[in-house]
Nanobody, 116 residues
Framework: QVQLVESGGGLVQPGGSLKLSCAAS????TNWPMRWYRRAPGKERE????????????TYADSVKGRFTISRDNVKNTVYLQMNSLKPEDTAVYYC?????????WGQGTQVTVSS
């Protein structure tokens, strides 16, 4: 069965950095693009970043462009989100996602709080 397990969240001061990880299992990781989403309190879920199966193409929400970097390790079956220059408005639960045809799988999420 598909499992996506996020880690790396926490409390960080504005301007700080965090690196999120998502360990994937139960499917052929190298076949599928991966995504990071986030949901802030009282807001709609937002697509933050996408990476193709090879890792050759990445896309970002305008709100994080230039500050966040998505990457993947196709040996470790893990996708990462490096977050720099964090702002209070980045506070959210961050979710890893894979959409394989009709199968849309999510991790349990990891909380990121940016506050002084």
């Amino acid at each position: 069965q598909v499992q996506l397990v996020e880690s790396g969240g926490g409390l960080v001061q504005p301007g700080g950095s965090l690196k999120l990880s998502c360990a994937a299992s139960g499917f052929t990781f190298t076949n599928w693009p991966m995504r990071w989403y986030r949901r802030a309190p009282g807001k709609e879920r937002e697509l933050v970043a996408t990476i193709t199966n090879s890792g050759g193409i990445t896309t970002y929400a305008d709100s994080v462009k230039g500050r966040f970097t998505i990457s993947r390790d196709n040996v470790k079956n893990t996708v990462y989100l490096q977050m720099n220059s964090l702002k209070p408005e980045d506070t959210a639960v961050y979710y890893c996602n894979v959409l394989r045809g009709l199968n849309n799988n999510w991790g349990q999420g990891t909380q990121v709080t940016v506050s002084s």
